[in-house]
């Protein structure tokens, strides 16, 4: 939403859902084409009961097609969203989009907990190949699932990536690096979840310390979650607490990001894009990353950052001190990092890019053609 509230033709965007405040551009602020219809969710409803929840979004979605006029429907996933808009698009003969920012594999785990995996692989899969194919166009947040959309089907010429794009300050960036740790310093940004695969990053530390005797480090644990208790403790029975400081939630990852040398991303999750890669490229940090041939698309092994065998610490480890023992290789790395920002993920082009796909749709012709 905030790439289309920048098209001067956008009047006005209706936002369907249980979410409150949207942030803008700049934090804080409201973004000010964006109404806010809150549907609010079923006290104790869990994702598996969407089916329950989404025919009120349907129709608090006819409501405002009663009394506004609408040009376009814009569904944010392919499963019940993108049902909706299917069947309101039907009814009311509008055009409608249908965003992919999730693969297949991950989205089946969020639906139907209690129905067997072969029943709700069969369901998830009905539904999303129906609003893909039926939609006028496929905005993918990635090429990796661009290529999966086209492999259920989807004509390669209804497909186009666009990704939500990055905002940065040079001058903001310059002075928080100022404030940087004297310490040669390694950081995480993200959810304190399993599948973040932070304890790879711990046991690396904890490898660099025991087997290569490096001392002269800090790790930087940003962001929270379930898992944060256990993460504590393990630091703790590593005799790693003095040097694993754990910041919680913050406001601004790119102020944290900035005192880092090294971001260290080991996801375990099969992970496309990873915007916070995008945002170690805009402060010029090089990434270390689990990888999976292209995996995630936002680091470039050699390029941007390096890639190792997923699930593997030691392996972590020595990329980590790879870095650790040579500046020229992470000055390089940086800078392509950020080259590789500026070229493919500036806000800018990704507000260019939605806006041609916005006026091919609305004039009845196709999207802009994605080429593999």
């Known amino acids: 939403m905030r790439l289309i509230q920048e098209f001067d033709f956008v009047e006005r965007i209706f936002a369907l859902g249980m979410g409150g405040l949207y942030v803008g551009i700049n934090s804080g602020m409201a973004e000010p084409k964006i109404k806010v ?22 129709i608090a979605a006819l409501w405002v097609l009663k009394r506004r006029k609408i040009d376009m429907v814009h569904a944010t996933g392919p499963m019940w969203s993108g049902l909706v808009a299917l069947v309101i698009s039907k009814i009311v003969k509008l055009p409608f989009v249908v965003e992919i920012r999730t693969n297949y594999s991950q989205m089946i785990h969020h639906y139907f907990k209690r129905v067997p995996m072969l029943l709700k692989r069969f369901i998830v899969n009905r539904i999303v190949t129906l609003t893909l194919v039926r939609c006028n166009c496929v905005i993918a947040n990635s090429h990796y699932h661009a290529k999966e959309c086209i492999k259920v089907a989807v ?123 995008v945002q170690a490229g805009a402060c010029k940090i090089p990434v270390v990353t689990f990888g999976d041939r292209s995996l995630p698309e936002t680091v470039i092994d050699g390029k941007t950052g390096l890639k190792v065998k997923c699930g593997d610490y030691k392996a972590l480890a020595e990329a980590i001190l790879r870095l650790y023992l040579n500046q020229a290789l992470r000055t390089e790395l940086g800078l392509g990092g950020y080259e590789n920002v500026l070229n493919n993920f500036a806000f800018e082009i990704q507000v260019k890019k939605l806006e041609r796909i916005y006026r091919y749709v609305l004039s009845k012709e196709t999207c802009n053609r994605y080429s593999l």
């Open 37 to 58: 219809i809150q549907v609010p969710m079923f006290r104790g409803l869990r994702s598996g009961q969407y089916p329950i929840y989404h025919p009120i979004i349907f």
């Open 155 to 277: 004509p390669p010429e209804k497909v186009s990536v666009v990704n939500p794009g990055i905002i940065f300050d040079h001058r903001c960036i310059k002075e928080w690096k100022r404030n940087r740790l004297n310490s040669f310093t390694i950081g995480f940004v993200g959810r304190l979840v399993e599948s973040k695969g932070v304890e790879y990053l711990i046991r690396a530390a904890s490898y660099l310390v025991r087997e290569k005797g490096l001392l002269d480090f800090k790790i930087l644990i940003v962001g929270d979650g379930p898992h944060r208790a256990d993460l504590e403790r393990l630091a703790k029975s590593l005799a790693l607490e003095d040097m694993t400081s754990f910041v919680g939630r913050v406001k601004n990852n790119l102020e944290w990001i900035s005192k880092f040398d090294v971001l260290v991303n080991p996801t375990m999750e099969k992970e496309a894009l990873g915007m916070v890669n």
